[in-house]
């Protein structure tokens, strides 16, 4: 089902990343995680669709989406990139994958945040973000999306890799198979991955090689 909503406010929130809050349509339900396709309310842009996870939390009043903006294509990201508040989207049906299963760690590149952030959200606000870790790869500290915030949710269990250049606060390189034998404490735990295709499926098959189940390994089929 379509649903024409407006947008609310818009915020920067990196260089290249801004978060959308949008009316929410009545009885509209969604879980941390979750995602829906978007596209632009006007002729040129309406069949442009594209999917985007929801960032905010379901008891919120707003829907709030994370966008890393792509401004080197004249794509639906880069229409964002100039979207205003009272601009009109189009959202559809609920859909995804990724869902919480109990504490593990979550394991992301770039905007593969995006579904983790609800998640993240939804368990501070429940008090229960205890026994999980983030780990979150970017090409370079300015990439990486909502630091402070994450900062606060998860404290000394945030852990941030950065691959393009060095920071004396970060981990440079690659989070692979070495890194995760250093880091990892206990592979029975669940694991969450998003981020670039060729990463989550790496990760995926290396997590299985070291120990960890099948049907613990949360990601986007």
Not at 76 to 90: H, P, S
Not at 175 to 191: A, G, M, P, R, V
Request: charged share 30%; hydrophobic share 35%; net charge neutral.
């Amino acid at each position: 089902m379509d649903h024409i909503v407006r947008i609310l406010t818009t915020t920067e929130v990196t260089h290249d990343v801004r978060a959308f809050r949008v009316a929410k349509p009545e009885n509209y339900v969604f879980e941390p995680g979750q995602a829906t396709e978007v596209s632009f309310n006007d002729d040129k842009w309406r069949d442009e669709k594209r999917p985007f996870t929801f960032t905010g939390l379901n008891s919120s009043p707003y829907i709030e989406f994370t966008i890393k903006i792509y401004r080197d294509h004249d794509g639906v990201t880069n229409r964002l990139g100039t979207a205003r508040a009272g601009d009109e989207l189009i959202i559809r049906d609920v859909w995804g994958a990724i869902s919480y299963k109990g504490p593990g760690y979550f394991i992301a590149g770039g905007a593969g945040i995006t579904p983790f952030l609800a998640i993240l959200r939804d368990l501070k606000s429940k008090n229960k973000l205890a026994g999980n870790q983030l780990y979150f790869s970017n090409k370079a500290s300015r990439d990486i999306i909502l630091r402070n915030e994450l900062d606060q949710m998860l404290g000394k269990d945030a852990h941030y890799v950065i691959t393009n250049e060095t920071d004396p606060q970060l981990g440079k390189g690659f989070i692979d198979k070495s890194f995760l034998k250093k880091e990892i404490e206990d592979f029975t735990k669940n694991f969450y991955l998003c981020g670039p295709d060729k990463m989550v499926s790496a990760l995926t098959a290396t997590l299985t090689e070291l120990g960890a189940r099948p049907d613990a390994v949360v990601f986007e089929k």
